[in-house]
């Protein structure tokens, strides 16, 4: 799992400790994300099934897009299809995946690069594996999140965000224990540089085996994390967890999680933001207020509002 790696961790800037007063965020729950196939048949973990979607709040759906490694000619991607009223945020860690929507928005993006398009008022988009990927095969392993858009926000004009995994912002346990990448939002006063309608943080932290870290977080936001591989515990209650599932923290200024003695590091992908707490109705891929939005929503994508392909 590379995404983005360093030579030497404790050269990076480092988290702060937390004082003395900073209360410890409880677990809330911890379910397993069940399997199933997205776009032309490429295998996810559902990480938010089961969930009450006010914990949620302002994050809608989220998949861990394999780890599969395709065998020459397996790869497999979505074929061209609209959206409206959220974000979508592709984060690769191994493979590559090429972006191209009706708005003129593309490129590609391999490990640690992430896609982030706001489909706003409509857009059409496709995601695939390049040509030559697909002939050769190879190690396919990413996150794709749905971040909900505030009501209005969600007309708002369609833009993409190519950002590369340089440009992302590295920190540092105390310890030099863990590694935390920033992609958008900040952690401990440290930016990422996506640049968001909604404000959320996201993050990819990984904790070598054995150690632990105590994260501050925005007391504002909600906190959840989703184990991306490996093992260990979460929260100071020390719950077990494991790759595919995912945890929903309570209130309070810190979060801490703890990889097991094994082999392998505990990969977390860490999440928050401030809860829109607006009605929601949605309907496959459009995300709004109201019933009568989406079936506008649907209209005009037949009508041919959203450009073309």
């Known amino acids: 799992m590379p995404a983005v790696t360093v030579d030497n961790v404790l050269a990076l800037p480092r988290l702060d400790t937390p004082g003395p007063d900073a209360v410890s965020r409880p677990i809330r729950t911890v379910t397993t994300a069940p399997t199933g196939y997205e776009g032309e048949g490429f295998p996810v973990r559902r990480a938010f099934a089961g969930i009450d979607m006010a914990r949620l709040d302002p994050f809608i759906h ?103 995994a340089g440009q992302v912002a590295l920190l540092s346990s105390p310890d030099g224990g863990a590694l935390i990448r920033v992609i958008a939002g900040e952690i401990d006063g440290h930016a990422g540089p996506g640049s968001t309608h909604t404000p959320i943080t996201l993050s990819h932290i990984t904790v070598a085996p054995g150690a632990s870290v105590t994260v501050p977080w925005n ?9 991306l591989a490996g093992a260990g515990t979460v929260g100071e209650e020390r719950r077990p967890a494991r790759m595919g599932q995912t945890t929903v923290f309570g209130s309070g200024d810190t979060l801490t999680v703890a990889a097991s003695d094994g082999p392998e590091p505990l990969e977390i992908f860490l999440l928050g933001g401030e809860p829109i707490r607006q009605p929601i109705a949605m309907a496959g891929p459009f995300v709004m207020n109201t019933k009568a939005e989406v079936l506008q929503a649907f209209e005009d994508f037949q009508a041919g509002r959203f450009g073309q392909p």
């Open 219 to 227: 007391p504002r936001y909600n906190a959840i994390a989703y184990v």
């Open 62 to 164: 989220m998949d861990q897009m394999g780890e599969v490694n395709y065998a020459p000619g397996e790869p497999k991607g979505t074929p061209w299809h609209p959206h409206r009223g959220f974000e979508t945020v592709t984060y690769m860690i191994d493979g590559i995946m090429d972006h191209q929507d009706s708005h003129g928005g593309g490129g590609s993006i391999t490990g640690g690069d992430t896609q982030w398009m706001t489909a706003g008022s409509g857009i059409l988009h496709i995601e695939a594996p390049p040509e030559h990927l697909v002939m050769s095969g190879g190690l396919f392993h990413g996150v794709q999140l749905w971040v909900n858009l505030p009501r209005e926000n969600k007309m708002a004009a369609p833009r993409y965000q190519d950002i590369t």
